[in-house]
């Protein structure tokens, strides 16, 4: 309305985000976490952290912008179906991506990672009624925003195994600062939450590589200087 122009540089932490993505799947179906802190903790359990492989598996993509597309060009090394849902964009389907309807993900995904922006549509799109969907247990990632997933709904798919693991870089309850979340009283779901061993979080940082931080003002400053040098 006032002629201003807005540039975003999502192509700048792009790579980042699919990164942490695939690690955290990777990491969840190999229990590594888990592994980890039982080893530190004097305990070698081999029979309780067998893992789940992610070949053959098929993994929905819900969003497919910047960072889901980027996330699926990054399951190509893995002999998976990727299926992507986006509501906005049609034709994107290609050697990495099949483009899908949610009835074709609720009925054949074993994994959902969402990649979309937060807005009145998107709110709480994962809650019951959503993983009531599914026709199989699933992996859940978010790495998109944090009020997309409700946490309430986690932890009951974790209870009633209709989730088999998630992983959140990103909670329903950040604010404009997250870093002072544990100086207050925590919600209720969160703490059950924590209380499951099938979970990876981390600090919304799924962008937030030594590479991503100078890439994101690079990409931006082509943007600009592009823009002016076409006036």
């Given at each position: ?14 790579n980042a985000v699919a990164e942490h993505a695939l690690g ?208």
């Amino acid at each position: 309305k006032n002629q201003i122009v807005l540039f975003n540089s999502p192509e700048g932490n792009r790579n980042a985000v699919a990164e942490h993505a695939l690690g955290m799947l990777l990491s969840l179906m190999n229990k590594l976490v888990k592994g980890n802190t039982e080893i530190l903790n004097g305990e070698w359990n081999r029979e309780g952290n067998r893992g789940d492989e992610l070949d053959g598996k098929t993994v929905g993509i819900i969003g497919y912008g910047q960072n889901g597309s980027a996330f699926a060009k990054k399951l190509s090394g893995f002999d998976v179906t990727v299926l992507a849902y986006d509501k906005y964009k049609t034709g994107f389907g290609d050697q990495f991506v099949t483009e899908s309807s949610l009835e074709m993900i609720f009925k054949h995904a074993d994994i959902i990672s969402f990649h979309v922006p937060q807005n009145d549509e998107t709110i709480y799109y994962f809650n019951d009624a959503f993983l009531a969907n599914f026709s199989k247990p699933i992996y859940l990632l978010n790495v998109s925003r944090g009020k997309i997933v409700s946490v309430k709904t986690v932890v009951k798919g974790l209870k009633n195994k209709q989730i088999i693991g998630a992983g959140l870089d990103v909670l329903e309850y950040e604010d404009g600062s997250f870093e002072n979340f544990f100086l207050n009283e925590q919600p209720s779901e969160f703490k059950d939450l924590l209380k499951f061993q099938q979970i990876i979080l981390s600090p919304h940082v799924a962008g937030w590589s030594t590479q991503s931080y100078p890439r994101l003002s690079n990409v931006l400053a082509d943007k600009i200087l592009m823009h002016f040098q076409k006036l």
